[in-house]
């Protein structure tokens, strides 16, 4: 059996995350396509379920969550998932990232 590399597993194992409602939009659905991954389409009910780090009051009235990436980003990644850190946002403020990741059985 051929061996596999560390970058062979992550990818296997990386996806994309984001409220169910963004899931379908043109711009989302190009990086997925560009980076090959699958989109895990998060309910709102479940990012609100999730304590993150940022708390921003204005998108928790919005999506009832303090930061909707960071929020996607742990749900998808599982039980036991931690942040690899803080979301990022972008220069224009339209768009944010945030990584996890957890240690499989």
């Not at 389409?41 to 009832?64: I, K, M, N």
């Not at 996607?72 to 998932?81: K, R, S």
Request: hydrophobic share 50%; proline share 7%; net charge positive.
């Amino acid at each position: 059996p051929r061996s596999r590399g560390l970058g062979d597993v992550y990818k296997r194992q990386a996806l994309l995350a984001t409220a169910e409602d963004k899931a379908a939009a043109p711009a989302f659905q190009a990086l997925s396509a560009r980076l090959g991954l699958p989109i895990h389409a998060v309910t709102l009910d479940a990012l609100a379920q999730v304590e993150t780090p940022t708390r921003s009051a204005t998108v928790r009235a919005l999506r009832g969550s303090g930061s909707v990436a960071e929020a996607a980003a742990l749900v998808a990644a599982g039980p036991g998932a931690s942040l690899l850190g803080p979301r990022a946002v972008s220069a224009d403020r339209m768009a944010t990232c945030a990584l996890a990741t957890r240690i499989l059985p």
